[in-house]
């Protein structure tokens, strides 16, 4: 029996460092577009080659926090997958629901990361996902796939149904987001730990609200748990009741990518060892905190003795209730 098993897509990320860009916003601040010269060349500080994607990136950190973790994931038989199984292997994660398609190609992603932050250029390949048998798991972390997701949701719906002790946490990804908003609100009231940031959180809901408004709203889909981060600014978690908000600890990034589901993984993993949701928030912070000091989305990933050490050194920084 698992602890946790992760559904996603993974990929292998080109993470590029640049220099030489401006970026411009509206007048709300909300809304940046990060711009370069067109039809120039534009010099680079460096780049990185990572293993990334939602379901990979979070497997691993619950691995490294010490949770019995395995993934279900689609690669390509191409050297992208081979890199990807690989670090999945070395991680200890369990691969043994990892699907490999012959004459398919593995997902990737450039990455452009400036001042810290980063924008990201996806590529998605075509799939019919399907979801392999899987044996008894306390907890399902569902997260980001591509066109047809639809049919895998309904099987992981099946399979939640014929065992009703597992439970389940959800990060929609983007292109879940984009394309298929209808069908992923139906999984909510099946949800027993949504994680989103703060756009995600309103376009679930339909529109822009208070914290408070958006917390009870997503609650009121039938979420049972709400976790929503908002970047630098912190976060946000709620067992039902009392919403609590949590300070991002006071770091200058190197990079953010990963930085999302290093504190999901950090909070899950929490969870799972008995933790309550404001302790959670304290490994959700400071795993996020990690990565972001680093360049990859796994490169800086925590164990429990250095979550620990990085709560200790802000005693100041815990969750409030809002």
Known sequence: ??????????????????????????????????????????????????????????????????????????????????????????????????????????????????????????????????????????????????????????????????HPETKLAFNPGSYQMKNGLAKIKRILPHVNLLFVNRQEAEKLVGKKKTTKALINALLKKGVSQVVMTDGVKGSFATEGKDIYFMKSFPLKPKAKTGAGDAYSSGFLSAILSGKTAPQAMGWGTSNSSGVIMKVGAQKGLLNKKQVSSIIKKYPRIKPQII
């Open 1 to 162: 029996m698992f602890d946790l098993i992760t559904i996603g897509d993974s990929t292998v990320d080109t993470i590029i460092t640049i220099d030489e860009a401006e970026v411009k916003c509206g007048l709300d601040k909300e809304e940046c577009l990060l711009c370069f010269n067109y039809a120039e060349k534009i010099p680079i500080k460096n780049n990185v080659y990572s293993v990334g994607g939602n379901a990979a990136n979070v497997a691993v950190g619950c691995k490294k926090l010490g949770i019995k973790t395995a993934i279900v994931t689609e690669l390509g038989k191409d050297m992208n997958g081979f890199a990807i199984k690989h670090e999945l292997e070395q991680a200890r994660v369990d691969t043994k629901y990892v699907k490999v398609l012959k004459g398919k190609e593995t997902r990737y992603a450039i990455v452009l990361n400036y001042q810290g932050e980063r924008t990201i250029l996806s590529y998605h390949t075509d799939r019919k996902y399907s979801l392999p048998k899987l044996p008894k798991t306390k907890w399902i972390y569902y997260t980001s796939l591509g066109k047809s997701f639809e049919g895998l949701q309904d099987q992981i719906l099946k399979y939640l149904f014929a």
